[in-house]
């Protein structure tokens, strides 16, 4: 597979989960935007009725982990500047293969909301995820198997 397709498809990778990160990042400090409330952001995003899950802790931990990913992303396709040993490559792709199979769970759980078979308990959380959210998961998947290097 040609080199600059697999750069791009980590370049691709990283740059939405940085901005992922970010908005986890943002909203660990009590903001909501682009909600109302923090209720209202939960059920766009989350598609649930309860706040819970908005505690700066889970929030800080889901931007590392976003952040890293990015990290990792950009490194299987050896655009993070790091010496060729400093992250063995069977390493790095476990990693890309982890963001993988991630994106492709998300992608699948989109699918099946959109078809109805979980019930949305937000008609916004509805449209997002079928025009955006589940799209974006299943081209994202399609990224990392290509930065994945098959």
Same mark, same amino acid.
């Given at each position: 597979?040609n ?13 939405? @989960? ?6 986890h #990042? ?6 909501v ?11 766009t995003?989350?598609n649930?009725?309860?706040t819970?899950?908005?505690r700066? #802790? ?21 655009l ?8 063995? #490559?069977? @390493?790095?792709?476990? !990693? ?6 991630g @994106?492709?769970?998300? !992608? ?8 109805g ?11 997002l995820?079928?025009w955006?959210?589940?799209?974006a998961?299943?081209?994202l998947?399609?990224?990392a ?6």
């Open positions: 597979m080199e600059q397709i697999q750069e791009s498809a980590g370049i691709v990778i990283a740059v939405v @989960l940085v901005i992922d990160g970010l908005f #990042a943002y909203w660990a400090t009590g903001r935007w682009p909600a109302r409330d923090k209720l209202a952001l939960a059920q995003v989350l649930i009725n309860r819970r899950s908005w700066p #802790a889970v929030l800080v931990s889901l931007a590392c982990l976003l952040l890293c990913s990015a990290c990792i992303a950009l490194a299987q396709v050896h993070l500047g790091l010496p060729g040993e400093l992250i063995p #490559a069977p @390493l790095l792709q476990i !990693g890309i293969l982890a963001i993988a199979i @994106l492709l769970l998300r !992608g699948l759980a989109g699918v099946v909301w959109a078809l078979l979980l019930a949305s308990k937000s008609e916004l959380f509805y449209t995820n079928l955006i959210y589940t799209p998961c299943i081209v998947f399609i990224a198997v290509i930065a994945a290097r098959f």
